[in-house]
């Protein structure tokens, strides 16, 4: 009896060191799916899965790529360019959004949930077909045509279009100005002035023919509360 009992100890032991091998082989992962369903599993399924780190917490990005993924402006000037060509939208613009909203991060998530390099929330990328807001061709893809979609609802206004892209159509279609949130505000600027900048200056009617860019100023009485224009306003209107 006591022989039986040491072999089944010796059994269950070995069991239990090629289990606890076996976990540390196999890398727990956080997958994130389409629809921002989060699931911790061993077993990768999708492109879209991030490794844990040590019980502490969980990587933001996978270690490996994390060195490469932020700040370099030229990295999806590929993406961009096909985007802006297919849905009429000028690429300096698309480059400042994703510039304002990641930082050509393409794991960028923020505290809301939104993903990606253009920081589509979970059912806006659901509405855009777009299967792994972390793959920068599919994000770039939804982006500029929810971005589009912005421009065309608010008549190529540029401000107005880049208020609802951050706080909502809902909202800026019922007041038809730009919300004063203080986040939509800074918003707004960030990415004016990066599209200055990426350009070399703001579009002017003359460009709005060819880009479908209009930043022709909001009527006066509806910011009156403030200053004349909204360009005026953000501080960075061309000189008249």
Same mark, same amino acid.
């Given at each position: /009896?006591?022989?039986?009992?040491?072999?089944?100890?010796?059994?269950?032991?070995?069991?239990?060191?090629?289990?606890?091998?076996?976990?540390?082989?196999?890398?727990?992962?956080?997958? !994130?799916?389409?629809?921002?369903?989060?699931?911790?599993?061993?077993?990768?399924?999708?492109?879209?899965?991030?490794?844990?780190?040590? =019980?502490?917490? !969980?990587?933001?990005?996978?270690?490996?790529?994390?060195? %490469?993924?932020?700040?370099?402006?030229? &990295?999806?000037?590929?993406?961009?360019?096909?985007?802006?060509?297919?849905?009429?939208?000028?690429?300096?613009?698309?480059?400042?959004? !994703?510039?304002?909203?990641?930082?050509?991060?393409?794991?960028?998530? &923020?505290?809301?949930?939104?993903?990606?390099?253009?920081?589509? /929330?979970?059912?806006?990328?659901?509405?855009?077909?777009?299967?792994?807001?972390?793959?920068?061709?599919?994000?770039?893809?939804?982006?500029? =045509?929810?971005?589009?979609? /912005?421009?065309?609802?608010?008549?190529?206004?540029?401000?107005?279009?880049?208020?609802?892209?951050?706080?909502?159509?809902?909202?800026?279609?019922?007041?038809?100005?730009?919300?004063?949130?203080?986040?939509?505000?800074?918003?707004?600027?960030?990415?004016? %002035?990066?599209?200055?900048?990426? =350009?070399? &200056?703001?579009?002017?009617?003359?460009?709005?023919?060819?880009?479908?860019?209009?930043?022709?100023?909001?009527?006066?009485?509806?910011?009156?509360?403030?200053?004349?224009?909204?360009?005026?306003?953000?501080?960075?209107?061309?000189?008249?």
């Amino acid at each position: /009896m006591g022989k039986i009992v040491t072999f089944l100890t010796v059994v269950a032991a070995s069991i239990l060191v090629v289990a606890l091998q076996s976990e540390v082989q196999a890398e727990l992962h956080l997958c !994130i799916d389409a629809t921002g369903k989060k699931t911790y599993t061993n077993v990768i399924t999708s492109g879209n899965c991030q490794p844990l780190r040590s =019980r502490a917490g !969980i990587n933001k990005r996978p270690p490996a790529q994390s060195s %490469r993924l932020k700040g370099n402006s030229s &990295s999806y000037d590929h993406y961009i360019n096909r985007s802006a060509r297919q849905y009429n939208v000028d690429p300096y613009l698309i480059k400042a959004v !994703i510039k304002t909203e990641s930082d050509f991060d393409r794991y960028a998530l &923020s505290r809301a949930g939104a993903q990606g390099l253009m920081q589509l /929330m979970p059912g806006t990328a659901r509405e855009l077909n777009v299967r792994d807001p972390f793959n920068p061709y599919e994000n770039i893809d939804g982006g500029t =045509r929810y971005l589009r979609n /912005m421009l065309n609802t608010f008549n190529g206004n540029l401000p107005l279009s880049l208020a609802a892209y951050n706080a909502g159509p809902t909202l800026v279609k019922r007041l038809q100005r730009i919300p004063r949130i203080p986040e939509t505000e800074r918003y707004i600027k960030k990415v004016l %002035r990066y599209y200055e900048g990426y =350009r070399g &200056s703001l579009p002017t009617i003359s460009d709005a023919g060819q880009t479908h860019l209009n930043v022709t100023v909001l009527q006066q009485d509806e910011l009156s509360h403030k200053k004349n224009s909204i360009l005026e306003l953000l501080g960075i209107g061309p000189k008249r």
